[in-house]
């Protein structure tokens, strides 16, 4: 029987006489995959060739070189925006953009749960509050029919995140968005090349931003973007990243119009990234393919639920490929459990985030000076109620991912993580002895 034959019926009917129906490999028996997935990231030719160029050129910094503004014109093309404005960092792509945007103390931005927590610390270092939206369990992205009923006279943005490259739900957002004249800031930091409705992420609020970290899909080690059509906003965003100079300053002379930082992105990265573009659109169609493949497998297993995309996500980043995990489907065996079992397959999954509400982070940053002093007690007081997210707190004991490079595999990758998946399943009574 060949393996996808196998995987296809393995959820459906007794498994039959395979490999995959032996032992448990964390109890002793053959795990079923040995091989490595791809590693990250993919280099060849083209980079080296780009970072020699700057090297050489002795031009390093985006202020006398080209490279950045390049890879800057090069993003917005791909990405269907009138700007891109390149930044050291995910992270201070989102400063950059929340102090664009005017949001400061006093104010609320409603944010996700279920993220990295810079979505966080950059309302944090803005002195706002976050608000959390709960979680919508099964596309692990903000709860969009929740928003509207979080709104209040003090939300200066949204801040919804697509998380893992899947998308939020853009059209009910914006909606409550959109009545109260509230601003959007698509969090896009690990979707690349993903679409709403045909619009790459980051182009269908006010701005998006992008991380370009080492584990991103698009990849400078470190690095970021702020995305926008709105031609105001991204020279007050050029400006607060170049420490507050007026965006058209020219020259060596010192002329300031607003507060700022120094959070550009250095030539070397810009370069980089201009040659990892060319990478970018094969890997995302490898990436797609293989996760709706894997979706195909997944769904037949039961206790295994695998992320669901809305309908108006045309196209999926797949950042990582998530899924939650459903203990009664596995005889009751708790996630650490399973995998623990799935790697002793050979196949590495994380358990994910953690409730981000709910980090004692937040409460320590409310307790301190600056916001006792800004901020009535009662409101602080009151906000781990306000805050309560039961359905993201169902998802962070549910949460299974496997990253982006897995999904750079072949079909025949895909098989075997079904195949592991469906073989503990089949045996998760054993899960209790380990």
Known sequence: MKRRDFVASAAAAPLAASAANGKLAVMGGTP???????????????E??????????????????NAV????????????????????????????SLNALGVGPGDEVLVPPYTFVATVNVVLLNYALPEFVDTDIESFQMDASKVAGRITSRTAAIMPVHMAGCAANMDVILQAANARKIPVLEDACQGHLGEWRGKKFGTIG??????FQASK????????????????????????HNNGR???TQGDG??????????????FQG????????????????????????????????GIHPVRNYEGCTRSAWHLYMLRYDAQGFAGASRSKFLKALSAEGIGGSSGYSPLNKEPFLTNTFKSKGYRKLYPEKVLREWVERNACPQNDKLCEQGVWFSQSTLLGTRSDMEQIAEAIAKVQRQAGDLHKI
């Open 69 to 96: 503004a390049t890879f800057e014109t090069d993003y917005a093309r791909m990405m269907g925006a009138r700007h891109v404005l390149a930044t050291a960092n995910g992270t201070s792509a989102l400063y950059t």
């Open 217 to 240: 899909n698009l990849n400078s080690g470190e690095g970021g973007a702020v995305v926008t059509n709105d031609t105001a906003l991204y020279e007050r965003a050029h400006s607060f």
């Open 206 to 211: 006010a701005a998006g931003c992008y991380s």
């Open 271 to 302: 370069a980089l990234l201009t040659a990892q573009m060319t990478r970018l659109q094969a890997q995302s169609d490898l990436r797609d393919a293989n996760a709706k493949y894997l979706t195909s497998l997944l769904e037949k297993i039961p």
């Open 48 to 65: 080296e060739e780009k970072l020699l160029a700057v090297l050489r050129g002795k031009k390093w910094n985006r202020l006398n070189g």
């Open 32 to 46: 079923v995959r040995k091989a490595s997935f791809p590693s990250w990231p993919v280099i060849g030719a083209v």
């Open 254 to 267: 010192f002329s300031y119009h607003s507060g700022g930082a120094n959070l550009r992105l250095t030539e």
């Open 246 to 248: 007026a965006f058209r």
